[in-house]
């Protein structure tokens, strides 16, 4: 690829996933796509994460490493904020891209959109990974993957959009960053607020590996998780679809 591309920014949050950081960013510098920038946001890690990012010599890896512990919300917006891209997407650091193709067929899609003058948002397929990596099963189907103008289904949770992504940094600048107010959910919220004002494409490929961990939500108490659920819900259905 020639060094002309548009440049894509990566932003991984990390806390405490020294075990998995390193295939996280090999994935990341695996892509076809070649101009990127990969930035990572230590949430003031205590294990060995921060040794193992610094172990890996590539130039196009950016370290942030923040003095307390802020929380997922506010290290993905820092790592937006240091990034210098004109598209963004986001990647957690116990997950990875399972695809080398993932940002290419994401970034062609937008273009082609925005040749015809619109701006839109790129997503592409979920697969479900063990711990061991070993592959689980791939999320979206035809019956949850829906494109074009999907508010009412992302609201209402009914259909399917990955937490990462690809978009224009425009879009972050016109809807706002994450929801730091918010300790759960807040990947739903963000991206709720984009779909009142923007459409969603598919890229037809399977491009992210979420892992499934012991754990995770599995800590929270359902009462939580239904309290921040119906938060999310109606800060975004009070003023109507946009």
Same mark, same amino acid.
């Given at each position: 690829m020639k060094s002309s591309q548009e440049k894509i920014s990566v932003v991984?949050?990390? /806390? $405490? $996933? @020294?075990?998995?950081? +390193? !295939?996280?960013i090999e994935s990341v510098?695996?892509? !076809?796509? @070649? $101009? &990127?920038e990969l930035v990572i946001v230590d949430d003031k890690s205590d294990d060995n994460s921060v040794d193992v990012i610094k172990s890996i010599n590539d130039k196009r890896i950016s370290l942030v490493c923040l003095e307390k512990n802020l929380g997922v919300a506010k290290a993905r917006n820092i790592g937006i904020e240091h990034s210098t891209g004109n598209y963004v997407t986001t990647l957690d650091s116990d997950d990875l891209f399972t695809s080398k193709k993932k940002l290419l067929k994401e970034f062609d899609l937008i273009r082609k959109h925005e040749r015809e003058g619109r701006t839109v948002v790129a997503f592409s397929n979920i697969e479900l990974v063990a711990e061991t990596g070993d592959l689980l099963k791939t999320v979206g189907d035809h019956e949850n993957i829906r494109e074009g103008r999907i508010h009412a289904g992302l609201l209402h949770r009914t259909v399917f959009i990955p937490r990462d992504f690809l978009c224009h940094r425009v879009i972050y600048e016109n809807v706002g960053l994450y929801d730091e107010s918010l300790p759960l959910y807040e990947d739903w919220d963000?991206?709720?607020? &984009? %779909?009142?004002?923007? !459409? /969603?494409?598919? %890229? +037809?490929? %399977? @491009?992210? @590996?979420?892992?499934t961990r012991k754990g995770g939500l599995s800590k929270v108490s359902p009462a939580m998780l239904a309290r921040w659920r119906k938060h999310v819900y109606e800060k975004n259905s009070a003023n109507g679809p946009g």
């Open positions: 991984v949050p990390n /806390f $405490n $996933n @020294g075990r998995f950081i +390193g !295939e996280c510098l695996a892509q !076809e796509y @070649g $101009n &990127i963000i991206k709720i607020r &984009i %779909s009142k004002h923007y !459409e /969603f494409y598919f %890229s +037809g490929i %399977s @491009g992210i @590996g979420y892992r």
